[in-house]
């Protein structure tokens, strides 16, 4: 690319810059943003959960009621996010 004029040092290195400011402001911008539901780690899995899943997500629950300072559930959202279309997430 160099030797047909497409790419220089100049190029690369603003391009260095320019993909670095990119990635600072997305980072920024999805550290504003709640964290998913809490359930979502556990029914996000498989379109039915384990019994497996089911007790860990018992045992989560109450772990967070038994120390509620030590998890603070404001962080997350209280319902499901939607895309940029206003639908619900789909999950595969």
């Not at 559930?73 to 996010?81: G, M, P, Q, V």
């Amino acid at each position: 690319m160099e030797v047909k004029g497409l790419w220089n040092e100049t190029k690369d290195t603003e391009y260095r810059v320019q993909a670095r400011k990119d990635i600072v402001e997305a980072f920024n911008k999805a550290e504003k943003r709640k964290k998913p539901l809490i359930d979502e780690m556990f029914t996000d899995v498989y379109d039915k959960m384990t019994p497996m899943l089911e007790e860990q997500k018992r045992e989560m629950e109450e772990h967070i009621q038994k120390y509620p300072g030590e998890y603070p559930t404001s962080i997350h959202a209280k319902e499901l996010y939607t895309t940029r279309h206003g639908e619900p997430k789909k999950y595969i």
